[in-house]
């Protein structure tokens, strides 16, 4: 604009100057009017010379900041191409809870006939704040031909309510950090017509394949306190992330897809008792020595895992989505399970910590979805869990039972949900004890789950919900509320201090943790959830 501008005044100039010249040329004038006009156009010709110089100063100034211009451009045009085939999401999601761990004042230690005893601290109803399955990500595709594309993902866990950092409670400690970089379903693969290859860490199969069916997802009624948890505890054995792991993912074909996917085990030792390479917490979750056990990978550490599932989705003329699932861990380590008296040998009078006690758990599952005409959403699992070991140890096995859910989701309005939950887990062959129930065969470990959630979607992206969910555990059950990726959880441990070893005494300080089963845990939640 500035160099149009100087254009236009050099061009003003000349014609000035051509009129002058003409004037002088055609008019008769005496002496001092022939002066005048000799003045004018010696000022005439100066100016004329100062604006051509001025010109061309402007010109080779403007030269760089037009280079800077284009590459401004090219960087803007770069970014603008990186959007098209890449995509920023999101999932926040924070309440407000109140739950109650429902345990009694006292109980018999060991079971009938103990000395009684107390759980310690605050047990009725208490009040805080959660972080709830709130993540950021970015996914992309870069094509590589015609047909097949690269793909990736990157996605870390966001702590809104809480400090990032490791986990560490009265009943666990954990050295992942979870608000890390990447700290959830990561990968890097290739993408076809035919299906995809990826590479990283994430749910696996056997999950992903019916959470459809869990309506109340990252609250406190969450199906995974029983579904896919064989010891109800706060760790899903057959529901939480595969590490190190390699997938196929099908395409849809006449409504039937599949995935597999396996996770080497990664581990030098031949029971499955280090940290597997790569990794900072056993697999299968927690640090060797958390919850006051032996420091090695023997609570539920596995080896090579592999899942699996077949899915079929109807048309949107028949919404009928039905599945099968299966999950397999490989040589999960469980040698710190309690060991006790032997109620099938009456001449020993106690179990060591035995070697035999690693054998491959697995899962299989059954699920059947329809939405019907009257906006009905109704949904159901049928669920196996078996851990496979010696019938000598069979006393002490809580990890083979049976479980099931059903589920149904009623429309109210456009923006308004309803929806009702019930899980059941089935009695196990034994159970290692708890701090008030005995070790040994057929306990009485059965337990129901009841969830109720009213959500009312302000937007496509928003939604504010409200929350109540019950766990009933028989007298030797524990299983909790918040399970899954609820921020908090309750659960059947009390406030007693973690054991320890004090090398300056020689003496063990605690006795904790204790966990006292025969719960009836209780909690309400308002939560809003907004995805991006």
């Not at 056990?293 to 592999?306: E, I, M």
Request: aromatic share 8%; with cysteine; charged share 20%.
């Amino acid at each position: 604009m500035r160099l149009l501008l100087k254009r236009l005044c050099i061009a003003c100039s000349i014609a000035c100057y051509v009129a002058v010249a003409g004037y002088a040329s055609t008019v008769v004038a005496d002496d001092g009017t022939k002066q005048e006009i000799d003045t004018l156009k010696k000022e005439v010709d100066e100016l004329t010379t100062k604006i051509n110089k001025l010109s061309t100063e402007q010109q080779s100034a403007a030269a760089p900041p037009t280079k800077t211009v284009k590459s401004d451009e090219s960087r803007l045009q770069g970014f603008l191409d990186f959007l098209k085939s890449n995509e920023f999401y999101g999932n926040i999601d924070v309440s407000v809870d109140d739950a109650t761990k429902g345990l009694k004042h006292s109980y018999s230690e060991g079971g009938p006939g103990g000395p009684p005893t107390a759980p310690v601290g605050k047990l009725g109803w208490l009040p805080g704040i959660s972080t709830n399955a709130t993540y950021f990500g970015v996914r992309g595709v870069h094509a590589l031909g015609s047909s097949v594309n690269l793909v990736y993902q990157l996605e870390t866990q966001v702590d809104v309510t809480a400090m990032p950092g490791t986990s560490n409670n009265n009943s666990s400690s954990s050295s992942v950090v979870k608000g890390g970089l990447a700290s959830r379903t990561s990968y890097l693969g290739f993408a076809s017509p035919w299906g995809a290859i990826k590479a990283g860490k994430g749910y696996a199969p056997y999950k992903t394949s019916t959470d459809r069916m869990n309506p109340f997802n990252a609250m406190l009624g969450d199906y995974s306190i029983i579904m896919g948890n064989t010891g109800g505890d706060n760790r899903v054995e057959f529901g939480g992330y595969l590490d190190h792991s390699i997938w196929y993912e099908s395409p849809k074909m006449h409504g039937f897809s599949f995935n597999v996917l396996v996770a080497p085990g990664q581990n030098r030792a031949g029971d499955d008792g280090n940290i597997a390479q790569g990794e900072s917490d056993c697999t299968g979750g927690n640090v060797p020595g958390s919850g006051a056990l032996p420091p090695s990978c023997n609570d539920g550490s596995f080896g090579t895992a592999y899942s699996a599932n077949l899915a079929y989705e109807g048309a949107k003329s028949f919404p009928l989505y039905v599945t099968a699932a299966y999950e397999l861990h490989r040589d999960a380590n469980r040698i710190s399970d309690v060991a006790g008296p032997d109620p099938s040998n009456p001449n020993s009078n106690v179990v060591p910590l035995d070697p035999r006690d690693v054998g491959n758990e697995w899962a299989a599952k059954i699920g059947v979805q329809y939405i019907f005409p009257t906006r009905t959403t109704v949904s159901a699992i049928w669920e196996n869990l078996h851990r496979q070991i010696p019938e000598a140890l069979q006393f002490q096995n809580e990890r083979s039972r049976r479980g099931t859910w059903l589920a149904v989701t009623q429309g109210l309005t456009d923006k308004d949900t309803l929806s009702l939950g019930w899980a059941h887990a089935g009695k196990s062959p034994g159970d290692p004890g708890q701090h008030n129930s005995p070790t040994g065969f057929s306990p009485d470990n059965e337990a129901n789950m009841f969830s109720v959630a009213l959500k009312h979607s302000v937007d496509k992206q928003t939604t504010i919900y409200g929350n109540w969910a019950f766990t009933a555990n028989q007298s030797a059950a524990h299983y909790d509320l918040g399970a899954g990726p609820h921020g908090l959880k309750t659960d059947c441990h009390d406030a007693s201090t973690l054991a320890a070893f004090d090398p300056t005494t020689g003496t063990v300080t605690g006795d904790g943790p204790r966990c006292f089963a025969g719960g009836k845990l209780m909690g309400v939640s308002v939560g809003v959830n907004y995805k991006f």
